[in-house]
């Protein structure tokens, strides 16, 4: 393992296990030997030995801030200079996996720098006007501040793009993203997904699953709101959130709350739905794909990166406005078509998505990109 190579991951910030940390640990099973950098890390010891193989990252000044676990997001000002303190002079290959500040770490000439781009800054960005509405930061003294603050972010933010070698992007959706804030070019390689943790059921029982954190982008709201309007169709709703309360109101008798569910109780459920709704505008969107390798069909929101991991009318169907009249609509469609989709085949095209697909592309890449920045091939993973 890296014979040649003396490599650093810088990941945003570790607290949780997501889809950006699959790939951090998709990372460490291609190169076990990849030094960890992270603004903070606070990840939970379970997830740390299974997805990390225990690794603790080297951590910024932030790690030892106050209330920087509960709520790390509030040292946002500081992120860029947390950042550029650490010291990775002596490493050849730096790999960033970014959705925020990792990809602005310092580098000098004779290194090379490949960033994993989940997104550009979204609250910079693509969500600037929500995040801000969201936060009740619109207008007043804290309002102009927010916004002075993100004006320097989106700055930074692009003046650091040009410290990356190579862009890789997460589906096709961000790399226009990245071509449009910053006018790179990214190559695509499809996130993880850990398809062999879901099996193929083929018989199917008569009710919708959906399943996410519930956070305003994710419209869970949207889809209970649409199938209180359907009551003869039985939805199960899995996750806990903050818009709990709101989505609680709008549940009727024809609809199940489960709340937070363990993973074999959500694949399960994942396994004998009729079919998986999905309503959020996504970079790429794991969850989508895991319905999919259990056989599911999918009923997603025609915008972001289901367009890329759902195939219309083969692996599901797609609703085109994020209202519940568009989801009631993509429904009765859907129930119409049911009869042409087939398990096996939605299963084979998840398929296309595994953990082992994406770790064989990643090699790939930054073998040849290290083989032409030093002009003579590396050994850089085993």
Same mark, same amino acid.
């Given at each position: 393992?890296?014979?040649?190579?003396?490599?650093?991951?810088?990941?945003?910030?570790?607290? *949780?296990? &997501?889809?950006?940390?699959?790939?951090?640990?998709?990372?460490?099973?291609?190169?076990?030997?990849?030094?960890?950098?992270?603004?903070?890390?606070?990840?939970?010891?379970? #997830?740390?030995?299974?997805?990390?193989? &225990?690794?603790?990252?080297?951590?910024?000044?932030?790690?030892?801030? /106050?209330?920087?676990?509960?709520?790390?997001?509030? !040292?946002?000002?500081?992120?860029?200079?947390?950042?550029?303190? !650490?010291?990775?002079?002596? #490493?050849?290959?730096?790999?960033?996996?970014?959705?925020?500040?990792?990809? @602005?770490?310092? *580098?000098?000439?004779?290194?090379?720098?490949?960033? +994993?781009?989940?997104? /550009?800054?979204? #609250?910079?960005?693509?969500? #600037?006007?929500? +995040?801000?509405?969201?936060?009740?930061?619109?207008?007043?003294?804290?309002?102009?501040?927010?916004?002075?603050?993100?004006?320097?972010?989106?700055?930074?933010?692009?003046?650091?793009?040009?410290?990356?070698?190579?862009?890789?992007?997460?589906?096709?959706?961000?790399?226009?993203?990245?071509?449009?804030?910053?006018?790179?070019?990214?190559?695509?390689?499809?996130? /993880?997904? %850990?398809?062999?943790?879901?099996?193929?059921?083929?018989?199917?029982?008569?009710? +919708?699953?959906?399943?996410?954190?519930?956070?305003?982008?994710?419209?869970?709201?949207?889809?209970?709101?649409?199938?209180?309007?359907?009551?003869?169709?039985?939805?199960?709703?899995? @996750?806990?959130?903050?818009?709990? @309360?709101?989505?609680?109101?709008?549940?009727?008798?024809?609809?199940?709350?489960? &709340?937070?569910?363990?993973?074999?109780?959500?694949?399960?459920?994942?396994?004998?739905?009729?079919? !998986?709704?999905?309503?959020?505008?996504?970079?790429?969107?794991?969850?989508?794909?895991?319905?999919?390798?259990?056989?599911? /069909?999918?009923?997603?929101?025609?915008? @972001?990166?289901?367009?890329?991991?759902?195939?219309?009318?083969?692996?599901?169907? !797609?609703? +085109?406005?994020?209202?519940?009249?568009?989801?009631?609509?993509?429904?009765?469609?859907?129930?119409?078509?049911?009869?042409?989709? %087939?398990?096996?085949?939605?299963?084979?095209?998840?398929?296309?998505?595994?953990?082992?697909?994406?770790?064989?592309?990643?090699?790939?890449?930054?073998?040849?990109?290290?083989?032409?920045?030093? *002009?003579?091939?590396?050994?850089?993973?085993?």
């Amino acid at each position: 393992m890296f014979q040649n190579t003396k490599a650093a991951l810088v990941h945003d910030w570790l607290i *949780t296990e &997501g889809g950006a940390e699959k790939c951090v640990q998709s990372f460490l099973n291609v190169n076990p030997n990849f030094d960890l950098f992270s603004l903070i890390d606070f990840f939970p010891e379970e #997830y740390r030995q299974r997805m990390l193989q &225990g690794k603790v990252a080297t951590t910024s000044f932030i790690q030892k801030l /106050p209330t920087a676990q509960a709520n790390h997001r509030k !040292f946002l000002p500081l992120f860029p200079l947390a950042v550029e303190q !650490f010291d990775l002079s002596q #490493y050849d290959l730096i790999l960033s996996s970014s959705t925020s500040v990792s990809k @602005g770490v310092l *580098t000098h000439s004779n290194q090379l720098h490949i960033c +994993y781009c989940h997104s /550009p800054m979204r #609250y910079a960005w693509d969500l #600037y006007y929500q +995040y801000l509405q969201e936060a009740n930061l619109t207008r007043g003294v804290k309002g102009w501040i927010a916004k002075y603050i993100l004006h320097r972010m989106r700055t930074w933010d692009v003046i650091s793009s040009n410290r990356v070698d190579h862009f890789i992007a997460n589906s096709q959706y961000i790399a226009k993203r990245i071509k449009k804030v910053y006018k790179r070019e990214a190559t695509v390689i499809y996130p /993880p997904v %850990d398809v062999e943790s879901f099996s193929l059921v083929e018989e199917k029982e008569d009710f +919708y699953l959906t399943a996410s954190r519930m956070v305003p982008y994710k419209k869970i709201d949207l889809i209970v709101e649409a199938f209180s309007q359907l009551p003869d169709k039985r939805l199960i709703v899995i @996750g806990d959130g903050p818009d709990m @309360g709101k989505i609680r109101k709008k549940a009727t008798k024809n609809i199940e709350l489960l &709340g937070y569910q363990p993973f074999p109780v959500l694949k399960e459920y994942m396994q004998r739905a009729r079919a !998986f709704v999905f309503a959020a505008e996504e970079d790429f969107g794991i969850i989508p794909v895991e319905a999919q390798a259990c056989g599911t /069909p999918v009923i997603a929101y025609g915008k @972001g990166g289901s367009l890329e991991t759902v195939l219309a009318s083969e692996t599901g169907t !797609f609703f +085109y406005q994020q209202t519940a009249a568009a989801i009631v609509a993509a429904v009765h469609d859907f129930e119409r078509k049911q009869v042409s989709f %087939d398990p096996l085949k939605i299963r084979k095209h998840a398929e296309k998505f595994s953990s082992q697909r994406f770790e064989s592309e990643i090699k790939q890449y930054v073998e040849e990109k290290l083989g032409d920045f030093i *002009t003579t091939p590396a050994d850089c993973f085993a």
